[in-house]
């Protein structure tokens, strides 16, 4: 197992949409994993391929409370086949835009099918935070973030803010 890199906004991978994954083979589940750890050290509640610059439509996820045991999910070329027309609200973060947090709206609930860590179909009835945290994730596979969701001058803000850090960071 290892930890990767996360990717930090503006970085133009964040902004590629991602390829399907072709094989749930050894190498994808060694991903996976270390998709997991990765996720589990940052701490963070979800993680798309893109932010390890992995460019493939995969995702994990754990939204079990502190309280609970740990519940890892992965989710391999995950497509949303239905969303409810009833929508809520989150304040959400992202690893790849780190200290910044702004609520934004979605769909309450949503369908996903999608391959699990042994390949086989699956679907699953989402609401409440799976169902928000699915879709910011599923949003990474198309290069889109939390922050397209405000406006241009919300967002050109938190992202010459970011731009400054990582300047600093390589100076
Ligand atoms: O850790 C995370 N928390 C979170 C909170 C509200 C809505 C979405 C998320 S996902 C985020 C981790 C992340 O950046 N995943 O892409
Ligand atoms: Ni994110």
Request: charged share 30%.
């Amino acid at each position: 197992m290892a930890i990767l890199p996360i990717l930090v906004a503006p970085d133009p991978r964040l902004k590629t949409k991602a390829k399907p994954v072709e094989a749930v083979d050894e190498d994808l589940r060694r991903l996976i994993d270390d998709m997991l750890e990765t996720m589990y050290d940052a701490p963070g509640i979800g993680l798309a391929a893109p932010q390890v610059g992995v460019l493939l439509r995969l995702l994990v996820l754990d939204v079990a409370g502190k309280d609970e045991p740990p519940a890892p999910m992965a989710f391999v070329n995950p497509e949303i086949v239905w969303e409810s027309e009833e929508m809520s609200v989150y304040e959400e973060g992202c690893l790849s835009i780190p200290s910044h947090y702004a609520e934004v709206e979605r769909p309450a609930q949503v369908k996903v099918r999608y391959l699990d860590r042994d390949g086989q179909k699956q679907e699953v009835l989402a609401d409440g935070l799976l169902a928000t945290c699915l879709q910011h994730e599923i949003d990474h596979l198309d290069g889109k973030l939390f922050i397209d969701y405000l406006s241009s001058l919300k967002r050109n803000m938190i992202l010459r803010k970011l731009k400054k850090e990582t300047t600093r960071e390589t100076a």
